[in-house]
């Protein structure tokens, strides 16, 4: 089956410092999303992005769909971005339809 | 608008008991799927439900049933329950497969 890896697994930053997160998948799919997934385990959605670039304040996201690989970039970070980022890619016309990363766990230090 | 429920929120249970978990989806959604998300780990998908049929299953055994009525809400059954069930068991819905998927709180399963 298809492969969904995120690097790092494990991201400490100072607030205020940029960072990339980056999701690799091994085959074509139909859709990518980002999630954060605060303390209480709800995943807020932040990007739906099967392709090409979106911006929401802070954050941005690139997906080359040719490439098999998308980018999370947060900017300035601060410690309410800290939580687990995970992505996850969806082929349509597959059972096992919807396939998560194992996420990157960031910690912002104050 | 009215986003993704679940419930209960917390639920503890016995080895070898049945569990019925519910979710309502957001207002328009007709999809909705179900993941298990065990402790450290990312969601794996369990199954998704379009227009009340089951539409596609991740490798989960057939102790693992679910059902989604005319309003699209939906329920996640696990029968025979074993002790790897513990995890929390999220639902996201949308408007149709492939389209940005909102998920909701999850329900936080403990068997002992």
């Known amino acids: 089956g298809i492969q969904v890896e995120q690097s790092p697994p494990d991201l400490i930053l100072q607030e205020g410092a940029n960072s990339t997160l980056r999701c690799n998948f091994s085959?074509?799919?139909?859709?990518l999303q980002w999630f954060h997934q605060n303390p209480w385990g709800q995943l807020i959605n932040l990007f739906y992005i099967p392709s090409g670039t979106k911006q929401n304040g802070r954050l941005s996201a690139t997906t080359v769909a040719t490439e098999r690989y998308s980018l999370l970039y947060i900017s300035s970070s601060q410690t309410t971005d800290s939580g687990v980022y995970f992505c996850?890619?969806?082929?349509?016309?597959?059972?096992?339809?919807?396939?998560f990363g194992k996420g990157t766990r960031l910690h912002i230090l104050p | 608008e009215t986003g993704v429920t679940q419930s209960p929120t917390h639920l503890i249970k016995t080895r070898g008991q049945q569990v019925t978990l519910r979710c309502s989806s957001q207002s328009g959604h007709n999809t909705v799927s179900w993941y298990q998300q065990a402790l450290g780990q990312g969601p794996q998908f369990i199954f998704q439900y379009y227009r009340e049929e089951e539409n596609g299953r991740g490798n989960f055994p057939p102790r693992f049933s679910g059902l989604q009525f005319p309003n699209y809400s939906s329920e996640l059954n696990v029968n025979a329950l074993e002790l790897d069930d513990s995890a929390l068991y999220l639902c996201a819905s949308s408007l149709e497969g492939g389209s940005e998927q909102y998920f909701g709180p999850g329900t936080r399963l403990t068997v002992t």
């Open positions: 996850a890619v969806e082929r349509v016309n597959r059972d096992d339809k919807i396939i």
């Open positions: 085959d074509s799919v139909n859709n």
